[in-house]
């Protein structure tokens, strides 16, 4: 199998800003992976947190030669045989995942909705992201977020009441809350307490990853649901967070494509556990491969790609907040050209 990458800088409309960092760009990769004169795409968006770097993922796809891979064998299997060269880099066995799925979705001519299984009629609608910022600012992003229903606050800071005052003097519109690891028990119990009188959907992340304990005695006091994110990377982590989250945050270059993102929506299931499917900031590629297993999920928060200002790809497209999956085969995402929407 042949392929190919490229690098691409997203650049952001606002600075996003979260409790532990403050970004104006981020570098992603593009893969693109051709068999029989068919070409699948997929990304790479790594990300900080997870310990991945740009700079890495590079090196590592200098090393990586796909020639071996028998396209005759099943998805699994090129997968498992494709990952083994990815270094543990989530998001670029994400990117590889996702190419191969879009390939092999356009030629079979089936979408991967259906390939999944998912009904396209039954997506979720997505919130969208409200970085930390001063307050004036927060007050024209909520504005300016005004054809979505549902936002999501980054809070985590020492304005965290003064910001959800701030969106409540403009809006009544659903909000749920992500902490980022931003608070300790004390304060986590105190801010679900203050939340759910506010309309607060949910709580995400609010104590640190490594503290497990403390998230358990939190979720038997809290009034508001709790959602895991960096404490739930990929399947393996589910049965550890079962009893300290309500929910996990499936996210595809956390637990490395598509094929993983299933095995955790059905273990998910299995131990009565909410699922959200999120991202990082990303472009039209990665955010439709994920949206294209939305209507097996409860909640999106799929908006990386409404976040920036010069995505080369359209894919997903939002109408009030509802994804709108395109009906193409494979991912269905196309380079986006001047003559196509902006
Ligand atoms: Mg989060």
């Excluded at 004169?37 to 770097?53: C, F, I, L, Q």
């Amino acid at each position: 199998m042949d392929f190919q990458y490229s690098t691409y800088r997203i650049q952001l409309r606002h600075p996003f800003t979260i409790s532990r960092s403050s970004k104006n760009f981020y570098d992603i990769v593009f893969i693109y992976l051709t068999d029989k004169g068919v070409t699948g795409v997929g990304e790479a968006a790594p990300s900080d947190r997870y310990n991945e770097k740009f700079n890495q993922i590079l090196r590592t796809l200098q090393s990586i030669s796909l020639d071996d891979i028998d396209e005759s064998d099943p998805l699994e299997k090129q997968l498992d045989r494709i990952f083994e060269r990815c270094q543990g880099y989530r998001s670029l066995m994400a990117a590889f995942d996702m190419a191969l799925h879009d390939l092999r979705g356009k030629q079979n001519s089936t979408p991967l909705y259906d390939y999944f299984g998912a009904n396209p009629d039954q997506t979720p609608v997505t919130s969208f992201t409200i970085g930390i910022d001063k307050l004036e600012v927060i007050q024209e992003k909520v504005e300016e977020a005004a054809d979505f229903p549902i936002l999501k606050i980054k809070l985590g800071t020492q304005d965290d009441k003064a910001i959800i005052n701030t969106i409540r003097n403009v809006t009544d519109k659903k909000i749920r809350v992500d902490a980022n690891e931003g608070w300790n028990l004390d304060e986590a119990l105190r801010m679900c307490e203050w939340l759910e009188k506010k309309n607060v959907e949910f709580v995400e992340q609010p104590l640190p990853a490594s503290n497990i304990e403390d998230s358990e005695k939190l979720k038997e006091q809290s009034p508001l649901k709790l959602i895991a994110d960096e404490n739930c990377m990929n399947s393996t982590d589910i049965p550890k967070i079962r009893n300290a989250f309500d929910g996990i945050n499936i996210k595809l270059m956390k637990c490395g494509g598509l094929f993983e993102a299933l095995k955790m929506i059905r273990l998910a299931r299995e131990n009565d556990l909410e699922i959200m499917l999120g991202c990082m900031v990303e472009s039209s590629v990665a955010i439709t491969a994920a949206a294209h297993l939305s209507p097996l999920v409860d909640y999106a928060d799929l908006d990386g790609n409404v976040l920036i200002k010069n995505d080369p790809y359209i894919g997903v497209r939002l109408k009030e907040g509802k994804l709108l999956l395109p009906i193409e085969p494979g991912l269905g995402v196309q380079i986006r050209t001047k003559n196509k929407e902006s």
